[in-house]
Protein backbone atom coordinates (compact mmCIF):
# COMPACT_ATOMS: atom_id res chain seq x y z
CA UNK A 1 0.00 0.00 0.00
CA UNK A 2 1.70 3.38 -1.50
CA UNK A 3 0.98 6.20 1.17
CA UNK A 4 -0.51 9.66 -0.56
CA UNK A 5 2.32 12.82 -0.73
CA UNK A 6 1.80 16.03 -1.80
CA UNK A 7 3.96 17.04 -4.69
CA UNK A 8 6.25 20.07 -3.78
CA UNK A 9 5.55 20.06 -0.14
CA UNK A 10 7.97 19.62 2.76
CA UNK A 11 6.75 16.82 4.71
CA UNK A 12 7.86 16.81 8.46
CA UNK A 13 7.79 14.34 11.35
CA UNK A 14 8.24 16.41 14.08
CA UNK A 15 7.55 20.01 14.83
CA UNK A 16 9.06 23.07 13.33
CA UNK A 17 9.15 26.41 13.49
CA UNK A 18 5.97 27.81 12.32
CA UNK A 19 3.98 25.61 14.36
CA UNK A 20 6.50 25.61 17.40
CA UNK A 21 4.50 25.71 20.78
CA UNK A 22 7.08 28.66 21.68
CA UNK A 23 5.55 30.94 19.04
CA UNK A 24 2.13 30.22 20.78
CA UNK A 25 2.52 30.57 24.35
CA UNK A 26 -0.54 32.38 26.40
CA UNK A 27 -1.68 32.97 23.15
CA UNK A 28 -5.04 31.28 24.00
CA UNK A 29 -5.23 32.69 27.44
CA UNK A 30 -9.39 33.85 27.43
CA UNK A 31 -10.47 30.32 25.59
CA UNK A 32 -11.80 26.67 26.81
CA UNK A 33 -10.81 23.44 24.89
CA UNK A 34 -12.64 20.00 25.32
CA UNK A 35 -10.67 17.32 23.80
CA UNK A 36 -11.81 13.91 23.79
CA UNK A 37 -9.60 10.82 24.01
CA UNK A 38 -6.86 12.94 25.69
CA UNK A 39 -5.09 10.28 28.36
CA UNK A 40 -2.30 8.92 26.00
CA UNK A 41 -0.86 9.63 22.53
CA UNK A 42 -1.80 12.22 20.10
CA UNK A 43 -4.81 13.36 22.83
CA UNK A 44 -2.48 13.93 25.64
CA UNK A 45 -0.22 15.88 23.60
CA UNK A 46 -3.03 17.76 22.40
CA UNK A 47 -4.14 18.63 25.94
CA UNK A 48 -0.29 19.89 27.05
CA UNK A 49 -0.25 21.96 23.55
CA UNK A 50 -2.97 23.83 24.60
CA UNK A 51 -2.41 24.04 28.11
CA UNK A 52 1.04 25.85 26.88
CA UNK A 53 -0.91 27.95 24.58
CA UNK A 54 -2.67 29.51 28.01
CA UNK A 55 -5.72 27.49 27.50
CA UNK A 56 -8.48 26.59 30.12
CA UNK A 57 -8.53 22.47 29.08
CA UNK A 58 -10.99 19.94 29.54
CA UNK A 59 -9.96 15.99 28.90
CA UNK A 60 -12.29 14.01 28.27
CA UNK A 61 -11.57 9.86 28.41
CA UNK A 62 -13.28 7.28 29.91
CA UNK A 63 -11.44 6.63 33.27
CA UNK A 64 -10.58 9.37 36.20
CA UNK A 65 -7.72 7.40 36.48
CA UNK A 66 -6.45 7.50 33.56
CA UNK A 67 -6.17 11.64 33.59
CA UNK A 68 -4.52 11.91 36.57
CA UNK A 69 -1.22 12.05 35.82
CA UNK A 70 -2.11 14.65 32.63
CA UNK A 71 -3.85 17.25 35.20
CA UNK A 72 -0.93 17.19 37.48
CA UNK A 73 1.38 17.71 34.38
CA UNK A 74 -0.81 20.60 33.44
CA UNK A 75 -1.04 22.15 37.14
CA UNK A 76 2.21 21.58 37.57
CA UNK A 77 3.84 22.94 34.29
CA UNK A 78 1.94 25.42 33.19
CA UNK A 79 -0.52 26.87 35.70
CA UNK A 80 -3.60 26.38 33.69
CA UNK A 81 -7.13 25.81 34.76
CA UNK A 82 -7.85 22.60 33.47
CA UNK A 83 -10.93 19.49 34.07
CA UNK A 84 -10.94 15.73 34.35
CA UNK A 85 -14.23 14.56 32.89
CA UNK A 86 -15.53 10.89 32.36
CA UNK A 87 -18.72 10.72 30.21
CA UNK A 88 -20.01 8.77 27.08
CA UNK A 89 -20.46 11.44 24.85
CA UNK A 90 -22.47 9.09 22.47
CA UNK A 91 -25.13 9.13 25.97
CA UNK A 92 -24.62 12.19 26.51
CA UNK A 93 -22.90 14.78 24.70
CA UNK A 94 -24.66 17.91 26.04
CA UNK A 95 -24.20 16.76 29.60
CA UNK A 96 -20.84 16.44 29.30
CA UNK A 97 -20.26 20.32 27.18
CA UNK A 98 -22.87 21.73 30.78
CA UNK A 99 -20.07 20.71 32.89
CA UNK A 100 -17.31 21.93 31.19
CA UNK A 101 -19.34 25.11 30.79
CA UNK A 102 -20.35 25.25 34.69
CA UNK A 103 -16.57 24.36 35.51
CA UNK A 104 -14.50 26.75 33.07
CA UNK A 105 -17.25 28.81 30.90
CA UNK A 106 -18.58 28.67 27.53
CA UNK A 107 -16.16 26.31 25.10
CA UNK A 108 -14.12 28.39 22.38
CA UNK A 109 -12.41 25.08 20.90
CA UNK A 110 -13.18 21.68 20.73
CA UNK A 111 -11.03 18.58 19.47
CA UNK A 112 -12.58 15.41 18.16
CA UNK A 113 -9.78 12.98 18.60
CA UNK A 114 -11.50 10.21 19.71
CA UNK A 115 -11.41 7.29 17.57
CA UNK A 116 -11.65 3.28 17.35
CA UNK A 117 -10.68 1.16 14.56
CA UNK A 118 -11.86 -2.53 13.86
CA UNK A 119 -9.17 -4.87 11.25
CA UNK A 120 -10.95 -8.25 10.13
CA UNK A 121 -11.85 -10.40 7.16
CA UNK A 122 -15.77 -9.11 6.43
CA UNK A 123 -15.94 -12.48 4.77
CA UNK A 124 -14.88 -13.64 8.68
CA UNK A 125 -17.73 -11.47 10.42
CA UNK A 126 -20.74 -13.28 11.90
CA UNK A 127 -24.24 -11.68 12.36
CA UNK A 128 -22.98 -10.78 15.39
CA UNK A 129 -20.03 -9.48 14.72
CA UNK A 130 -21.34 -6.59 12.39
CA UNK A 131 -22.55 -5.10 15.95
CA UNK A 132 -19.06 -4.05 16.54
CA UNK A 133 -18.41 -3.47 12.67
CA UNK A 134 -21.41 -0.57 12.98
CA UNK A 135 -20.16 0.34 16.82
CA UNK A 136 -17.09 2.05 15.00
CA UNK A 137 -19.39 4.49 12.89
CA UNK A 138 -20.79 5.19 16.56
CA UNK A 139 -17.40 6.46 18.15
CA UNK A 140 -16.01 8.12 14.75
CA UNK A 141 -19.26 9.57 13.22
CA UNK A 142 -21.70 9.85 15.86
CA UNK A 143 -20.12 11.33 18.75
CA UNK A 144 -18.18 13.90 17.52
CA UNK A 145 -21.45 15.13 15.23
CA UNK A 146 -23.02 14.89 18.48
CA UNK A 147 -20.29 17.26 20.18
CA UNK A 148 -20.24 19.96 17.34
CA UNK A 149 -23.91 20.19 18.25
CA UNK A 150 -23.56 20.06 22.02
CA UNK A 151 -21.07 22.96 21.77
CA UNK A 152 -23.53 24.82 18.55
CA UNK A 153 -25.18 27.62 21.36
CA UNK A 154 -21.62 28.64 22.93
CA UNK A 155 -20.14 29.01 19.09
CA UNK A 156 -23.50 30.86 17.93
CA UNK A 157 -23.63 33.15 20.40
CA UNK A 158 -20.56 34.53 20.25
CA UNK A 159 -20.40 34.44 16.04
CA UNK A 160 -17.10 32.40 16.08
CA UNK A 161 -15.93 28.76 17.73
CA UNK A 162 -13.11 26.23 16.69
CA UNK A 163 -13.51 22.53 15.68
CA UNK A 164 -10.70 19.83 15.07
CA UNK A 165 -11.45 16.21 14.42
CA UNK A 166 -8.77 14.02 13.61
CA UNK A 167 -9.51 12.04 10.54
CA UNK A 168 -7.10 9.77 8.45
CA UNK A 169 -4.88 9.20 5.36
CA UNK A 170 -7.26 6.19 5.18
CA UNK A 171 -9.62 8.21 3.39
CA UNK A 172 -7.16 8.72 0.18
CA UNK A 173 -6.10 4.85 0.15
CA UNK A 174 -7.46 1.75 -1.23
CA UNK A 175 -6.30 0.00 2.47
CA UNK A 176 -8.36 -3.73 3.12
CA UNK A 177 -9.76 -5.29 6.23
CA UNK A 178 -10.70 -1.98 7.70
CA UNK A 179 -13.65 -0.98 5.82
CA UNK A 180 -15.89 0.05 8.97
CA UNK A 181 -13.00 2.39 10.42
CA UNK A 182 -11.87 3.73 6.68
CA UNK A 183 -15.49 4.20 5.50
CA UNK A 184 -16.18 6.10 8.93
CA UNK A 185 -13.75 8.17 8.89
CA UNK A 186 -14.73 9.17 5.19
CA UNK A 187 -18.09 9.79 6.39
CA UNK A 188 -17.14 12.08 8.76
CA UNK A 189 -14.34 13.35 5.81
CA UNK A 190 -17.78 14.69 4.09
CA UNK A 191 -20.14 15.39 6.83
CA UNK A 192 -17.75 17.92 8.22
CA UNK A 193 -17.10 19.29 4.24
CA UNK A 194 -20.75 19.91 3.89
CA UNK A 195 -21.05 21.81 7.48
CA UNK A 196 -18.37 24.06 7.12
CA UNK A 197 -21.38 25.54 3.84
CA UNK A 198 -23.55 25.81 6.75
CA UNK A 199 -21.55 26.94 9.81
CA UNK A 200 -18.33 28.86 7.83
CA UNK A 201 -20.80 31.97 7.54
CA UNK A 202 -21.63 32.06 10.86
CA UNK A 203 -18.02 32.32 11.89
CA UNK A 204 -17.44 28.57 13.01
CA UNK A 205 -14.23 27.43 11.40
CA UNK A 206 -13.63 23.17 11.29
CA UNK A 207 -10.79 21.26 10.21
CA UNK A 208 -10.27 17.68 9.38
CA UNK A 209 -6.74 16.40 10.05
CA UNK A 210 -4.77 13.21 9.77
CA UNK A 211 -2.67 13.37 12.76
CA UNK A 212 0.32 11.80 11.23
CA UNK A 213 1.54 8.07 11.32
CA UNK A 214 1.62 7.92 14.58
CA UNK A 215 2.28 5.12 16.95
CA UNK A 216 -0.29 4.76 19.59
CA UNK A 217 -2.42 2.02 21.24
CA UNK A 218 -5.62 2.82 18.60
CA UNK A 219 -2.67 1.99 15.33
CA UNK A 220 -1.15 -0.79 16.79
CA UNK A 221 -4.16 -2.34 17.89
CA UNK A 222 -3.73 -2.39 21.62
CA UNK A 223 -7.25 -0.70 22.32
CA UNK A 224 -7.91 -2.92 25.26
CA UNK A 225 -11.56 -2.25 25.66
CA UNK A 226 -12.71 -3.84 22.76
CA UNK A 227 -10.77 -6.33 19.34
CA UNK A 228 -9.49 -4.00 17.50
CA UNK A 229 -7.33 -6.39 15.22
CA UNK A 230 -8.68 -9.67 15.23
CA UNK A 231 -6.74 -12.67 14.43
CA UNK A 232 -3.23 -13.42 13.67
CA UNK A 233 -3.28 -12.56 10.03
CA UNK A 234 -4.34 -9.42 10.63
CA UNK A 235 -1.70 -9.00 13.32
CA UNK A 236 0.62 -9.33 10.35
CA UNK A 237 -1.15 -7.19 8.17
CA UNK A 238 -1.03 -4.34 10.41
CA UNK A 239 2.60 -4.85 11.94
CA UNK A 240 3.99 -4.30 8.19
CA UNK A 241 2.74 -0.71 8.60
CA UNK A 242 4.29 -0.02 12.06
CA UNK A 243 8.09 1.07 10.03
CA UNK A 244 5.91 3.94 8.12
CA UNK A 245 4.81 5.23 12.15
CA UNK A 246 7.46 7.07 12.53
CA UNK A 247 5.18 10.95 13.88
CA UNK A 248 5.87 12.51 16.74
CA UNK A 249 2.11 13.46 18.41
CA UNK A 250 3.41 16.97 19.21
CA UNK A 251 3.49 17.00 15.25
CA UNK A 252 -0.33 17.16 15.50
CA UNK A 253 -0.71 19.09 18.55
CA UNK A 254 0.85 21.64 17.85
CA UNK A 255 -0.59 22.07 14.29
CA UNK A 256 -3.86 21.83 16.16
CA UNK A 257 -3.21 24.93 18.90
CA UNK A 258 -1.36 26.65 15.34
CA UNK A 259 -4.75 26.15 13.81
CA UNK A 260 -6.77 27.49 16.59
CA UNK A 261 -4.64 30.43 17.21
CA UNK A 262 -4.64 31.80 13.55
CA UNK A 263 -8.32 30.80 13.36
CA UNK A 264 -9.04 32.99 16.62
CA UNK A 265 -6.87 35.50 15.58
CA UNK A 266 -9.04 35.70 11.97
CA UNK A 267 -6.16 34.64 9.25
CA UNK A 268 -7.86 34.89 6.30
CA UNK A 269 -5.47 31.81 4.83
CA UNK A 270 -6.71 29.47 7.32
CA UNK A 271 -10.26 30.01 6.59
CA UNK A 272 -9.31 28.55 3.54
CA UNK A 273 -8.75 24.95 5.08
CA UNK A 274 -12.30 25.15 7.11
CA UNK A 275 -14.25 22.14 6.04
CA UNK A 276 -11.04 20.91 3.97
CA UNK A 277 -9.14 17.87 4.94
CA UNK A 278 -5.26 18.76 5.86
CA UNK A 279 -2.01 16.13 6.87
CA UNK A 280 -0.33 17.68 9.58
CA UNK A 281 2.91 15.94 7.88
CA UNK A 282 2.61 18.65 5.22
CA UNK A 283 4.08 22.22 5.95
CA UNK A 284 1.35 24.34 7.05
CA UNK A 285 2.37 27.97 6.00
CA UNK A 286 3.51 26.36 2.54
CA UNK A 287 -0.05 24.92 2.72
CA UNK A 288 -1.34 28.14 3.64
CA UNK A 289 0.45 30.57 1.02
CA UNK A 290 -1.25 28.29 -1.38
CA UNK A 291 -4.64 29.20 -0.72
CA UNK A 292 -5.75 30.47 -3.88
CA UNK A 293 -4.73 27.13 -5.46
CA UNK A 294 -6.00 25.35 -2.90
CA UNK A 295 -9.76 27.68 -3.36
CA UNK A 296 -9.63 27.53 -7.09
CA UNK A 297 -8.90 24.01 -7.53
CA UNK A 298 -11.21 22.56 -4.68
CA UNK A 299 -8.15 20.64 -3.34
CA UNK A 300 -8.25 18.80 0.03
CA UNK A 301 -12.16 17.89 -0.51
CA UNK A 302 -13.69 14.07 -0.51
CA UNK A 303 -15.18 13.61 -3.87
CA UNK A 304 -15.60 11.53 -7.04
CA UNK A 305 -13.47 11.49 -9.80
CA UNK A 306 -15.44 11.55 -13.26
CA UNK A 307 -14.79 10.60 -17.10
Do not use: C
Amino acid sequence: MEFPSSTGITVHHTPYPFIASSKFHNSLTKNVVLITGASRGIGRATALGFASAGASVAVLARSTASLTSLVEEITTKFGTPVLAITGDVLKDAVGVVKRVEEKLGPIDILVNNAATSRMRRFTEESTSDLDSWWKVFEVNVKAPIALIHAVLPSFLAKKKGVVITVGSSVVELQAPFIPSYSSSKAAITKALQLLDIELRPLGILNFIIHPGMVKTDLSLGENSSSSVIIGDEMREVQSSYVDYMIDEPELAAQTFVALAVLASEGDEKVKTLSGRYFDVEDDLEEVLNKYDEIETRDLYKLGLKRL
